[in-house]
């Protein structure tokens, strides 16, 4: 279905339309039209995402070296964490053992904002850099719903990233936090069995 296009004529300073034409270049708009759409909907994107229960997207960066004892299992922990808001989870080796992890994230602007602190907080990554936007400037929306009940405290707890049933070196153990229950976390007591 085609959009019905309105022309309106715009009036702006020589100044205004030198910079303006020097941004469509390099770009690479396909016209003054283009990049003016282009800077109406980044406004109406920031204004519509100031509500923190926005409809959001947002794409995370992380950098780390995959050398690093139990960065794997960090990461895999907090993705886990995630998952609902999780849409997509690319992983890519770079040179000298170093890794970059690429996240696409759909839900609350609350919550991706929260997903992107916890995964940039994650011991051993050295760098993340988060982008949010808004699928509602091209009409969209991300369809994530909540239909659960429970908390998001419990829904986003931080349990051990080593699955029951891996040995830890014994420093790791000792510094292993209590779940409340007495038991490791990760031990099947902390988990019920």
């Given at each position: 279905?085609?959009?019905?296009?309105?022309?309106?004529?715009?009036?702006?300073?020589?100044?205004?339309?030198?910079?303006?034409?020097?941004?469509?270049?390099?770009?690479?708009?396909?016209?003054?039209?283009d990049?003016?759409?282009?800077?109406?909907?980044?406004?109406?994107?920031?204004?519509?995402?100031?509500?923190?229960?926005?409809?959001?997207?947002?794409?995370l960066?992380?950098?780390?070296?995959?050398?690093?004892?139990?960065?794997?299992?960090?990461?895999?922990?907090a993705?886990?964490?995630?998952?609902?808001?999780?849409?997509?989870?690319?992983?890519?080796?770079?040179?000298?053992?170093?890794?970059?992890?690429?996240?696409?994230?759909?839900?609350?602007?609350?919550?991706?904002?929260?997903?992107?602190?916890?995964?940039?907080?994650?011991?051993?990554?050295?760098?993340?850099?988060?982008?949010?936007?808004?699928?509602?400037?091209?009409?969209?929306?991300?369809g994530?719903?909540?239909?659960?009940?429970?908390?998001?405290?419990?829904?986003?707890?931080?349990?051990?990233?080593?699955?029951?049933?891996?040995?830890?070196?014994?420093?790791?153990?000792?510094?292993?936090?209590?779940?409340?229950?007495?038991?490791?976390?990760?031990?099947?007591?902390?988990?019920?069995?």
């Amino acid at each position: 279905m085609a959009h019905r296009v309105v022309r309106l004529g715009v009036s702006m300073e020589p100044e205004l339309l030198e910079v303006l034409d020097r941004w469509v270049a390099g770009r690479n708009s396909g016209s003054r039209s283009d990049a003016i759409r282009a800077l109406i909907r980044k406004e109406l994107a920031e204004k519509s995402l100031a509500d923190p229960e926005a409809d959001a997207v947002g794409c995370l960066m992380l950098l780390y070296r995959h050398d690093l004892p139990e960065i794997l299992e960090r990461v895999t922990a907090a993705e886990h964490r995630w998952g609902e808001h999780i849409r997509s989870s690319s992983h890519v080796h770079l040179e000298g053992g170093s890794c970059m992890q690429i996240l696409g994230l759909a839900g609350k602007r609350r919550e991706l904002e929260a997903a992107a602190e916890d995964l940039r907080g994650i011991r051993g990554v050295a760098y993340g850099g988060f982008v949010l936007g808004t699928p509602s400037v091209v009409g969209g929306a991300t369809g994530h719903r909540h239909p659960h009940d429970r908390p998001d405290e419990e829904r986003h707890r931080r349990p051990d990233p080593v699955p029951t049933g891996i040995s830890r070196p014994a420093a790791s153990r000792a510094s292993a936090s209590s779940s409340g229950s007495g038991a490791p976390r990760g031990s099947k007591a902390a988990f019920g069995g």
